[in-house]
Nanobody, 114 residues
Framework: EEQLVESGGDLVQPGGSLRLSCAASGFPFSGYGMRWVRQAPGKGLEWVSIISSSGGNRAYADSVKGRFTISRNNAKNTLYLELNNLKTEDTAKYYC???????RGQGTQVTVSS
């Protein structure tokens, strides 16, 4: 069964940091581009960051550029998202997605609040 399982979400104060992980199984992880998306309460899905299958190409939404870092370890079938200098507006459920065909995990909650 193809599966993505996110972890690492937490309650953190503004300015804090988190590292999200996404464990992939059931498909050849190293052959797919991957991305992180998020959904804030009452809002639609927002694209956050994308990484190529090899990890050599990455891109970020303007709202997170300079604060978030996407990476992957193909030997461990795992995708990561490093979140730094968190802001209250980063509060959302974060999902990892495989590209084409799309597969999405169940998400992990990040709450930024003092």
């Amino acid at each position: 069964e193809e599966q993505l399982v996110e972890s690492g979400g937490d309650l953190v104060q503004p300015g804090g940091s988190l590292r999200l992980s996404c464990a992939a199984s059931g498909f050849p992880f190293s052959g797919y581009g991957m991305r992180w998306v998020r959904q804030a309460p009452g809002k639609g899905l927002e694209w956050v960051s994308i990484i190529s299958s090899s990890g050599g190409n990455r891109a970020y939404a303007d709202s997170v550029k300079g604060r978030f870092t996407i990476s992957r370890n193909n030997a461990k079938n795992t995708l990561y998202l490093e979140l730094n200098n968190l802001k209250t507006e980063d509060t959302a459920k974060y999902y990892c997605e495989r590209l084409t065909p799309v597969l999405r995990g169940q998400g992990t909650q990040v709450t930024v609040s003092s």
